[in-house]
Structure formats: C-alpha cells, structure tokens
C-alpha cells in the first residue's frame, strides 16, 4: 500500500511553531489565562501572544492549536478533514464515553458524509428562506415584548442585567418554531448550557456531570415531542420532519431517533451562541458610544455591526477537525489521525488578515470571519442567527438609546464557548 499524501499548508509569516518544553509552556500558561476573569474579559492581548508564539502551536494534550486566520480557513473549507465524532473520541479516554459525549457524537456538527449529508438536506430546508419569512412576526413579538421589560427595568431602577433578556429572546423564537410549549423554555436553556459543558476544553468533574444530566433530560424530553407528533401530526417541522424520515429510514424506530437529534441540534446550536452574540454586540455598543449613536442614524448598516461583532468576539472560539493525512501546516509536522483545534477567537485578531484587528470597525472592508465555520460543515443556521440579531438590535437601538455599563461585566470560566454571567447595564437620560 501507497503512504499516504502528505499536504503543506504555509502561515502567512512562514513561521514554525517551538516544540520545545519552554514553547509548550507558554501555551498552557496562555490557555490557562484565557480561562480566567481577566481573560476572558479580555482575551485580545492573549491572542497577540499566542500569534507571536506561532501560526500552528503543540497542544498541551495532543495534535496542535491554530491561530492562523488563513490555516484555520483551508481546513474547514478542505472536506479531508473530518469532524471529531464520537467514534474517534470512544478510544480517547472516560470522558468520552460519558452519555452527553456519546449524544454529541450524533448530532449533525460531528457527523461525516453520508450521515452527515443526509441530515443537511433535512436542515436545509427547514433553516431556508421560508422559514425566515415565517419566523418574522416572532421574532418582531418577541423583541417588543422582552425590549418592553427592558425598559422597564431601567425606568424602575438606574441599572439592570441584560444576560436574562439575551438568553430568552433565541429559546423564544426557536421554541415556537419547533413547536414547544413555552413553560418549557426556563428549563430548556438551563439544559442546553449544562450540555454544553462537554465541549468545553477543560470542564470540571462536576460540569461533566451536569452535561451528562442535560443529555438525558434532553433525550427524554425530545423523546416524549416525537412521539406526540407521530401520535398526532401537525403542520409544524418535527411532524415534517418525521413524514421525510419514514421514507429514507430503515424503520420507524430509526426514523424517530433521527428527528429527535435533528430537534435537539436545532435547539442546542442556536440557543448560547445568539445569546452569546447578542450580549456581545450589546457590550460592544455600549463600550463604543460613537458607533451606536452612528448605527441610530443609519439602521441600514446594523448588519455590518453583526457581522463585526461576530469577527471581534465570535461565540464559538474553538472548532476541532481531524488531519486527514500525515500534514505539514506552518512548518509543523503532524501525523494522521491527530487533532487540529482552531482556535476561532485568535484567528479572528490575525494581524496579517485584518487591519488593526482589535479595533471595532462597522466599516471594516470584506469582514471576512470564520464565526460560522467554512466549507461542508457551514453552520446551517446562519441565516436565522443574523436575522434574529439584525432585527433584535436595530430595535434596541431605536427604543433604548444612551446604554452604557455601570460595572465589567462577569464571565463563566470556558474557553471553546463565551458566556457572559451578567451584563450590568445603564440608560443615560
């Protein structure tokens, strides 16, 4: 048998990551630092320094970190690399063999074609431009409704916690498009943050817990929304769903295992990161006065603020890929069957791709950003994520003028995924 092809893919400063222990090091005193408060308050010099220790680093367990917005572009568009899914995770120790890494393995995000394929197709119709259409008037509702009690916070009080409203605006719309009912969504965003602890790079014994909890609340609960629409049909996407599988599944069993995890995607993959994105953008607003009052006067560039707050501090900071062949990236050398992590937040702040990169620019030319992935793996629920941002903060910004925050806000301790605990803020009258 032939030995498999190697590839070269060259940083843009032809650097080589250090292999030596001091290198190793510094990565881990780095990563270690992003995870704090005050990394994770702000993590912009970290990703300088991790730029300046090189384009692709050694991971402290195993395969390497990529900071290079240019690397990190070529492997998500390159269809070799294949996600890190469940099979490959099963040999890599305990942790992987917890039930919410198992139910994670399944999922569209780490499938492979064909499974991966397959259930695309059954996505891409239901995140398509009729289902935006559809979508329109809650999403109007529901801004008017949680900005109402927004400002009522601040006309009873001089401050108050913006995370609450971010977190229910994404459980909201996408609850009533899967059909859910609404004394349901408190519960189910708690368990979609709990869940999301296993992909996390460094959770706690106890977080792994609570994911594993999550997973199996969730199953059940998706479960139980299944087998109500087989008993009784509706026109909503899980029946339709449903009526699409029992013609390409092997049986019906098979048929409701696939809706329930296409539901449970739906409803894990849009839930932190929109409200992720939406405290984001909320923050950088505030922090940059002369922007928003400018996007006040010229609503028809909040777009251009999404997509910029996406690039500045993305939700998703890390996507793992597996190398396809024995690789050479940026000098580096590794074998097949390693893991690549790209680390999304670093590449974002690439000096060698954008100008003044730490730098909230609304302007920016290009705005080129990976915050949604490249390539086959593409997130699929792009469209709907920025259509709920666009509409929820060009609102905001016409209802809720002079926000400003009277204290920093407060972080969770992750890495692969940004979650702001509070977002204190202000109304100058």
């Known amino acids: 048998m032939n030995p498999a092809p190697t590839q070269t893919v060259t940083s843009p400063q032809g650097q080589e990551a250090s292999s030596e222990p001091g290198g190793a090091r510094n990565v881990v005193a780095l990563l270690s630092q992003l995870r704090s408060a005050r990394g994770q308050s702000d993590p912009l010099p970290l ?16 395969g390497v970190l990529v900071t290079s917005h240019q690397v990190c572009e070529a492997i998500l568009r390159d269809r070799a690399w294949t996600s890190l899914d469940w099979r490959w995770r099963q040999s890599q120790g305990p942790r992987w063999n917890s039930r919410s890494a198992q139910e994670l393995g399944h999922v569209i995000m780490s499938l492979n074609p064909p499974e991966h394929t397959q259930q695309r197709r059954a996505l ?12 329109t008037t809650p999403i109007r509702d529901t801004t008017d409704e949680l ?39 408190d519960r189910l965003h708690q368990l979609t943050r709990e869940h999301t602890y296993a992909q996390e790079l460094f959770p706690t014994p106890r977080r792994l817990e609570l994911a594993d909890m999550a997973s199996n609340e969730l199953q059940a609960y998706f479960a139980a929304i299944v087998a109500d629409r087989r008993a009784c049909p509706r026109d909503d996407v899980i029946s339709n769903w449903l009526e ?80 396809p ?13 390693q893991v690549a992590y790209l680390l999304i937040g670093a590449a974002q702040h690439d000096p060698t791709v954008y100008e003044q990169p730490d730098t909230l620019d609304l302007r920016r030319p290009g705005r080129r950003h990976l915050a949604f992935g490249a390539g086959a793996h593409y997130c699929i629920g792009a469209g709907l994520a920025r259509t709920m941002a666009i509409q929820f903060v060009e609102a905001l910004l016409r209802r809720l003028p002079g926000l400003y925050l009277p204290s920093p806000p407060l972080w969770e301790p992750r890495v692969a995924f940004r979650r702001m605990e509070s977002l204190p803020i202000a109304r100058r009258h």
């Open 325 to 337: 062949r024995d690789t050479t990236l940026a000098g580096v050398r590794i074998a097949r069957g």
């Open 147 to 185: 900005l109402d009690r927004l400002e009522e916070a601040l006309t009873e009080g001089p401050r108050t916690d913006f995370v609450p409203t971010s977190e229910r605006f994404p459980i909201r719309v996408v609850g009533r498009w899967l059909g859910l009912p609404a004394r349901d969504f």
């Open 47 to 62: 990703f300088a320094q991790l730029h300046q220790l090189g384009a692709v680093l050694p991971s402290p367990w195993g």
């Open 244 to 323: 699409l599988w029992d013609v390409g599944a092997p049986n019906r069993i098979a048929a409701d295992v696939t809706v329930r995890r296409l539901a449970m995607f739906s409803l894990m993959a849009g839930l932190e990161t929109t409200a992720a994105l939406l405290a984001s953008t909320v923050r950088l607003l505030a922090q940059h006065p002369e922007q928003a009052r400018w996007l006040r006067s010229h609503p028809e560039h909040t777009s251009a603020l999404i997509d910029e707050a996406l690039r500045f501090d993305p939700p998703v900071q890390v996507i793992s890929r597996v190398v």
């Open 124 to 135: 891409r119709e239901a995140f398509g431009k009729q289902t935006l259409q559809r979508l």
